[in-house]
């Protein structure tokens, strides 16, 4: 499956930013995915994720009830809204997909478990 993240941009503290991630190639709609960021010198860490059917949902502590995933099935697209950003938001944003356990419920945090990456977009959040 190929993805390709859209939304990045120049904004605000407080401000939002609406991530897309448009997939194609295979099939979509039995994989869990997930959004990671990245900022340079450090390891990409783990934002959310969402399984296959949009039934379990999870955020990392930094951004849960700032960030919502979502995800459209029939248009094969994922969705990361940002609210109330803050600088420590700013990073390189990567969705990716979990080919592995496919029509899973079980949700994964880390970047060894998801084998479809993205071309990242940059976020940057200004004070």
Same mark, same amino acid.
């Given at each position: 499956?190929?993805?390709?993240? !859209?939304?990045? @941009?120049?904004?605000?503290?407080?401000?939002?930013?609406?991530?897309?991630?448009?997939?194609?190639g295979?099939?979509?709609?039995?994989?869990?995915?997930?959004?990671?960021?990245?900022?340079? @010198?450090?390891?990409?860490?783990?934002?959310?994720?969402i399984?296959?059917?949009?039934?379990s949902?999870?955020y990392?502590?930094?951004v849960?009830?700032?960030?919502?995933?979502?995800?459209?099935?029939? @248009?094969?697209?994922?969705?990361?809204?940002?609210?109330?950003?803050?600088?420590?938001d700013?990073?390189?944003?990567?969705?990716a997909?979990? !080919?592995?356990?496919?029509?899973?419920?079980?949700?994964?945090?880390?970047?060894?478990?998801?084998?479809?990456?993205?071309?990242?977009?940059?976020?940057?959040?200004?004070?």
């Amino acid at each position: 499956v190929q993805l390709q993240a !859209s939304g990045g @941009g120049l904004v605000q503290t407080g401000g939002s930013l609406r991530l897309s991630c448009a997939a194609s190639g295979r099939t979509f709609n039995v994989y869990n995915m997930g959004w990671f960021r990245q900022t340079p @010198g450090k390891d990409r860490e783990f934002v959310a994720a969402i399984n296959w059917n949009g039934g379990s949902i999870d955020y990392a502590e930094s951004v849960r009830g700032r960030f919502t995933i979502s995800r459209d099935n029939a @248009g094969d697209t994922m969705a990361l809204q940002m609210n109330s950003l803050k600088p420590e938001d700013t990073a390189v944003y990567y969705c990716a997909a979990d !080919s592995r356990h496919p029509l899973s419920d079980y949700l994964y945090f880390v970047t060894s478990e998801y084998d479809y990456w993205g071309r990242g977009t940059q976020v940057t959040v200004s004070s």
